[in-house]
């Protein structure tokens, strides 16, 4: 664990909080290792149900850290790439983690920090947040997150953020698909704890599936395949220990015994 991030654990709910406050949680190469490593540890973690992903200080993450921009602008063409696979593999390790994940958005989301957003199960933000795609100003592009921020918001509106670089605040995030709540700052606590609770009552195994689901049917062309996929995934579900727990305790009008452990 680096000093950048600091991770709290509460039974079954795991925080990480970025925590470079001064450099607005700002990406350099240790910040993208250090996470990669807690989100793995995390998805070995059978105790961890819920992830909560957060920033210190004013800001979620405002991208990429200027000091680490400037020596990889210095650097050659191999060692981009393979700093550019480090943070692609973050992003997959976020998108994939086999647990739901919360992201808790406020003060500035820029770059890197909107492909964290788009890879959380769930996004909440504050209304004074403000989200940018701003890397056409430097003449790049979010060439490493755009597959998640792209999942998150469309093609469609991909297209404008991408080119114009423009920042947008949090409305206008929920209106394209980065968001799914705003709610006033003061607020942004309680909302993130009912998603977590809602979560709590849910089933651990499906929880944890529903992203692989909503992923192999969004992206299967065959929809022979995908109903067979469909098929198997609910039979195996309804058969195993927490669906049967779970159909005993809704036609008995009881609780499930997940929900005693939470």
Known sequence: MTDALLTHRQGPLARIRLHRPELHNAFDAALIAGLTDALEQLARDDSVRVVVLEGAGASFSAGADLNWMRGMAAAGEQENREDALALARLMRVLDELPKPTIARVHGAAFGGGVGLVACCDIAIGAEGAKFGLTESRLGLLP????????????????????????????????????????????????????????????????????????????????????????????????????????????????APAWTEKS
């Open 143 to 254: 060439a490493v997150i755009s597959p998640y921020v792209i999942a998150a918001i469309g093609v469609r509106q991909a297209r404008r953020w991408f080119a114009t670089a423009e920042v947008f605040d949090a409305a206008q995030a929920q209106r394209i698909g980065l968001l799914h709540e705003v709610v006033a700052a003061d607020a942004l606590d309680a909302a993130v704890d009912r998603q977590v609770a809602l979560l709590l009552r849910a089933g651990p195994v499906a929880s944890a599936q529903a992203k692989s689901l909503v992923r192999d049917v969004a992206w299967r062309r065959d929809r022979d395949a995908v109903d067979a996929a469909n098929a198997d995934l609910i039979a195996r579900l309804r058969v195993s220990p927490e669906g049967q727990e779970g159909l005993r305790a809704f036609l008995d009008k009881g």
